[in-house]
């Protein structure tokens, strides 16, 4: 045997003392279960008008409180149909009906009271419909605008990295979001003479970034591809290079070809950055290396970027790259020292982001510079297999934790005769 039907409920918000009776009579007598509360407590206690289907509420009120009630309202699971009705005050019910709220008048019969209510109601459910498809139509606009953004920044990263014979060049690219402010890039220079990388990262996340991202990496690029061979010229006061940091394996000679393509692609984007786009308050990290295939001889520029571990070898040996001037964009002055060194048969050389070292677990441990090391250390015979050491360590500590920053790895190996 069914039980009795549970009354819909119908909620009457007014100020104490307000006298609703014949609204009250005409929503008994219309299947309604009336309770009563006032516009403070349900702005302290919101639950006490979860169970209502319907909420009438007293246009003396006030436009404002009203609308506050509406506001309050949107995020309920289910929420109850909005409708003003009429006290004394036809003004303020006439500012609720402008302002899009559904209302009913006097004399509150059932019959013409259930009308009405079941015609807000279906009014109430078709806005809604529309609203949601609205939503979906508009997220589906942005995952389409977002979908064409990524396919462009994809563009923008190569689609193979140089090559010569005796040296080995890999990377590996994961974003954190559909479109990332990292990137890297690998191109030939001074006639194929010389070998360029970049590893950098743009601050921030998302499409802001990447619209820096492709703005930095093509200046870097393009300055760095129509820029000739090396001057005396190009150190000095004014140009952005103070000095020759030679950290081994090379000299002032050897360092001739490649190094002004180098210093006028990294100060020339900084000083464009920071003159013309100072307002948005974007800069990036880079670690931007030349590398002459012949001798081995690497030159670079460290701006502010975490440093690359060169490991040797045999000892194993770590070697960390620091940074030889600061982030590019922040100051139009700022200058930056070349730094050199060599790479040996079977010395590598590891290039990353700081989503890499900042990589959480489920606990918020970061996976940190030292472990990186550690799995640096581990013997690898390639570069692809440097990187993907790397990133089965990554995933592995990472685990289910969501990725909150982009990851970018590029490493470079020269063979053993």
Not at 130 to 147: F, H, N
Not at 356 to 381: H, K, W, Y
Request: charged fraction near 20%; hydrophobic fraction near 45%; aromatic fraction near 6%.
């Amino acid at each position: 045997m069914e039980g009795p039907m549970t009354a819909r409920v119908a909620l009457v918000v007014a100020d104490l003392g307000t006298a609703t009776v014949e609204l009250d009579e005409a929503l008994h007598d219309a299947g309604f279960a009336v309770t009563h509360r006032t516009v403070g407590e349900l702005m302290i206690r919101p639950e006490l008008g979860a169970a209502a289907e319907l909420l009438l509420v007293s246009a003396s009120l006030g436009l404002k409180q009203v609308a506050l009630l509406d506001q309050g309202l949107s995020d309920a699971e289910t929420r109850p149909t909005l409708v003003v009705f009429p006290q004394s005050d036809l003004a303020g019910l006439e500012a609720c009906a402008e302002s899009g709220f559904d209302y009913v008048m006097p004399p509150f019969l059932p019959a013409l009271l259930q009308e009405r209510v079941t015609s807000c109601q279906e009014r109430s459910r078709l806005t809604s419909v529309v609203e949601e498809i609205a939503a979906t139509v508009k997220l589906r606009e942005y995952e389409r605008d977002l979908s064409i953004a990524r396919e462009i920044q994809a563009g923008f990263l190569p689609e193979e990295l140089p090559s010569r014979r005796g040296w080995e060049f890999a990377a590996r690219f994961r974003p954190a979001r559909e479109v990332a402010g990292d990137f890297y890039d690998g191109f030939e220079l001074v006639n194929g003479r010389r070998l360029g990388f970049v590893v950098a990262d743009v601050c921030d996340k998302g499409v802001g970034a990447a619209l820096f991202m492709a703005l930095i990496r093509t200046l870097l690029r393009h300055t760095a591809e129509h820029t000739g061979g090396w001057s005396l010229m190009d150190v000095g006061p004014g140009s952005g290079v103070d000095a020759m940091a030679i950290d081994g394996g090379g000299s002032p000679s050897m360092l001739s070809v490649g190094a002004s393509p180098l210093l006028h692609a990294v100060t020339g984007t900084n000083r464009y950055l920071a003159r013309n786009h100072h307002r948005q308050a974007y800069f990036a990290t880079l670690f931007f290396g030349v590398l002459d295939p012949a001798s081995g001889v690497l030159i670079y520029v460290n701006g502010g970027h975490n440093p690359p571990v060169l490991v040797r070898r045999g000892s194993g040996e770590q070697i960390l790259l620091p940074p030889t001037g600061p982030a590019v964009g922040i100051l139009e002055d700022s200058r930056y020292v070349l730094g050199s060194t060599r790479l040996g048969p079977g010395d590598a050389l590891f290039v990353y982001t700081d989503g890499v070292v900042d990589a959480r677990n489920l606990d918020g441990r970061q996976f940190t510079m030292a472990r990186l090391r550690e799995v640096i250390e581990q013997p690898s015979e390639s570069a692809q297999g440097l990187i993907d050491n790397v990133d089965d360590s990554l995933r592995a500590h990472v685990t289910a934790a969501d990725q909150f920053d982009d990851i970018t790895m590029l490493a470079l190996r020269r063979d053993t005769p």
